[in-house]
């Protein structure tokens, strides 16, 4: 049995120390990509309820575009991680998403499904 810490983490593994170690890098990855939520709370023109809309909407036009899920998935990591550290004014709430689903785009799918933008 493997046993690795990792900040407040406590990883118990039956496998090898390397997969242990994998596992430790990716909590550490996860840590420090994941976006803090205290910083978003501090938005001058965001509120949480306004989030599920544009998150609607993301999810209309990730449909639109016959995306891949993990798009969507990492668009939302995206915004949320930007708007957690940037001060975004409520007029740019929706382009910070539309380019966080066209970064994600870029990033996972294939040429021929990601948005062009003329």
């Not at 803090?36 to 609607?56: A, S, Y």
């Not at 939302?76 to 066209?102: I, T």
């Amino acid at each position: 049995m493997t046993h690795v810490h990792h900040g407040e983490y406590f990883i118990e593994s039956d496998e090898p120390l390397s997969t242990a170690r994998s596992l430790q890098d990716t909590a550490k990855m996860l840590e420090e990509t994941s976006p803090d939520v205290d910083l978003i709370d501090k938005q001058p023109d965001i509120e949480w309820d306004t989030r599920p809309h544009l998150i609607n909407f993301l999810i209309e036009a990730h449909a639109a575009f016959a995306l891949l899920p993990e798009t969507l998935f990492l668009a939302v990591n995206l915004l949320d991680r930007y708007c957690s550290r940037r001060v975004v004014y409520g007029r740019q709430y929706l382009l910070v998403g539309c380019a966080a689903l066209l970064i994600a785009a870029k990033y996972n799918d294939k040429k021929d499904r990601v948005p062009k933008i003329t």
